[in-house]
Nanobody, 126 residues
């Protein structure tokens, strides 16, 4: 059974940082691309960032570019999302997902995801 489990969310003040983790079991991470998504209250889910292997190419939504960094540790089967300079508008449930496709576009990657985590809440106070 494939499982993706997010952790690292919480309450943080604006300007602060959090590092989210996506621990993956049941598949070999190096064979999959991983995307991070978020869904704010009352809004549609949006792609935040993605990373593919073996190239390790990274892509970001314009709203987080320069503030968020995605990385992966294939040995630990874990993907991270380092979030710096957080803003109240970053408040959302953040989820990770896996796909066998190579990801190159955060705006369309939702359509090709095979496995999803349940999410972790990030709450940024002003």
């Amino acid at each position: 059974e494939v499982q993706l489990v997010e952790s690292g969310g919480g309450l943080v003040q604006a300007g602060g940082s959090l590092r989210l983790s996506c621990a993956i079991s049941g598949l070999t991470l190096e064979d999959y691309a991983i995307g991070w998504f978020r869904q704010a209250p009352g809004k549609d889910r949006e792609g935040v960032s993605c990373i593919s292997d073996p190239e390790g190419s990274e892509y970001y939504a314009d709203s987080v570019k320069g503030r968020f960094t995605i990385s992966r540790d294939n040995a630990k089967n874990t993907v991270y999302l380092q979030m710096n300079s957080l803003k109240p508008e970053d408040t959302a449930v953040y989820s990770c997902a896996a796909t066998g496709y190579t990801l190159v576009d955060v705006t369309t990657m939702e359509d090709v995801m095979d496995y999803w985590g349940k999410g972790t809440l990030v709450n940024v106070s002003s």
